[in-house]
């Protein structure tokens, strides 16, 4: 592993131990060559996943790009951290495991959705009002009222 404060190309690690939900391994490394620790985290990996958009064009599927969406729909909620790395962990072995390499973006918008809705009902809402490009108050409100009562 490259140290990212100098470049030097052998670092040393001292310590690896699994994330809460076991589905990483973080490491804390320590570089040789300038002497600073940085940690890095080891994930599996299924498949490469290819999102397709509306327009049809593909992009390689950004882990990173989905916790930016999650976390921005759960930002000042009662969800603590690790709930929100679990939520991201699910909706990517969910893909994962759909056997397709090829995701429409849709689909992947509509398992958050799902996801958010069973998690909190205002981060599901905020979701929802990006992803369904709410433009006034009355799209809200025929929203909150397929919504029907709370899960």
């Known amino acids: 592993m490259r140290c990212p404060f100098c470049g030097h190309d052998d670092t040393q690690v001292k310590d690896s131990r699994p994330t809460e939900d076991s589905a990483a391994i973080r490491r804390r490394r320590f570089c040789g060559g300038c002497g600073q620790r940085f940690t890095t985290v080891e994930r599996v990996q299924l498949r490469e996943l290819t999102v397709v958009k509306a327009d049809g064009r593909r992009v390689a599927f950004d882990r ?3 916790a930016r969406s999650v976390r921005i729909a759960l930002r000042k909620r009662p969800v603590a951290e690790e709930r929100m790395e679990r939520v991201v962990n699910g909706i990517v072995r969910q893909l994962e495991a759909s056997g397709e390499s090829d995701i429409a973006s849709k689909q992947i918008g509509e398992l958050v959705m799902e996801t958010l809705r069973e998690v909190d ?25 397929e919504l029907g009562e709370p899960t």
């Open 121 to 145: 009902a205002v981060a599901y809402v905020r979701f929802a009002s990006v992803y369904r490009n709410f433009r006034e108050a009355k799209d809200f409100e025929a929203f909150l009222g």
């Open 64 to 66: 990173d790009k989905l």
